[in-house]
């Protein structure tokens, strides 16, 4: 909003200068609410977690990074844009049944992709539940970096 030509102008009891604060105010608003990164990453593990993320910066890709599944979730509820992929370590998660559960729901919604490891134990297993790719640790981060850049073209 270009508010130059108010020079002095008052808008009631506002100068133009309050006007602007709260135009970018607003403008903050409206932009945290509509913009999503195009990867989520959610897992306990920070060294795994920073360095994927590290990565994808690296090669142009915008990603928010989570300690929980449930920290990522959440951060969903509230977006109109939702991310081209969400990709989820439980390997280290506190309760990885009840975050399988959640991403279960979200499954139908945006892409999941779910990395675990090999003597993880979740009620009714990870097969059948909507995810699109099932890795298990440990993982080449390089092919990694490969396959989330194939899936986003």
Known sequence: MDLRFLKGARFG???RSEVRQKTIHNSRFIIQNCFMAQVLLAGKDWHARALLR????EEGVSVEAYETVAEALAQLEFRSLLPALLIADISG?????????SLTAWAKTIPIWIIASHTL????????????TLLFRPVDVRNLLQ???QRLE
Do not use: H, M, Y
């Open 54 to 57: 590290a990565q994808l910066i």
């Open 13 to 15: 009891s506002k100068r």
């Open 147 to 149: 396959q989330i850049q």
């Open 93 to 101: 998660s506190d309760d990885p049944s009840a975050d399988i559960e």
């Open 121 to 132: 134990s979740v009620t009714g297993g990870l097969q059948g539940r909507g995810f699109e």
